[in-house]
């Protein structure tokens, strides 16, 4: 017989899930987000035939099943996004970034730092390669906490409504409308799909691997942090910003009270000297 899910959390097991999100992930969870995760962790709930929160919350933190806590992260984390959000970020890459800091035979490399399922970095690359070419040495790094919408984003499929923030010159470059089986699809070219790869990341551990970049990506992330948090993570990503790199991140966003040695050229975009 199934067990009947309470269709409630206590403050003791919300506080426990807060915690957990912020040490896996840098996530400052509000109260306001007991229903976010009631909504989201109850399908896992039914799923092991459990009542309440605490008995799937011993079950995370025990090694009986290891993937769950992965599982638990990539329903948590919110994966909002769409083609040439805030466009004028993709403006100021066109018209100033990539002049700046592209060098004949050497690579530009842009990182979109919290890809989600991959929208930011095709809209980079499809920039990039209307800029510079598709046989000029460049690439487009995505990464993501969430291995689920990692993989979503290497499929590179979108439902068609997605074209309508891609203006009808880059969609005849650089997109196909499926048919038969992916008919009302969106599919990203082959040739830009080459130039982007993506990788399961947890930007407050180390990245190191990932190299330096022209610039980075950074946006509609911090929103969801603490100050220390944010403080931590511009310090790692300044890092690994080239000379005269540049950092963008959400119009909504802000490094106020935030240390760092990054110039801001406009808001929201930052220039490492």
Known sequence: MNAILNSTITDKEFSLFKDMIYQQ????MTPAKKSLVIGRLGKRLRHYNFSNFSDYYDLIISDK???EIQ???????????YFFREEK?????KNKIIPDQHKSGQIFRAWSAASSSGQEAYTIAMVLADVVGLNTPWEVIGSDISSRIIEQARAAVYPIKEAENISQHLLNKYCLKGVRSQAGNLLIDKLVRKKVSFHHRNLLKNCNDMGTFDVIFLRNIMIYFDNKTKQDLVNKLTMQLNSGGYLIIGHSESLNQIITNLQLISPSVYRKE
């Open 25 to 28: 992930a840098g996530i400052n």
């Open 89 to 93: 970020h993709f403006d100021l890459l």
């Open 65 to 67: 099943y290891p993937e």
């Open 71 to 81: 599982i638990t992260i990539d329903l948590l984390t919110t994966n909002e996004t």
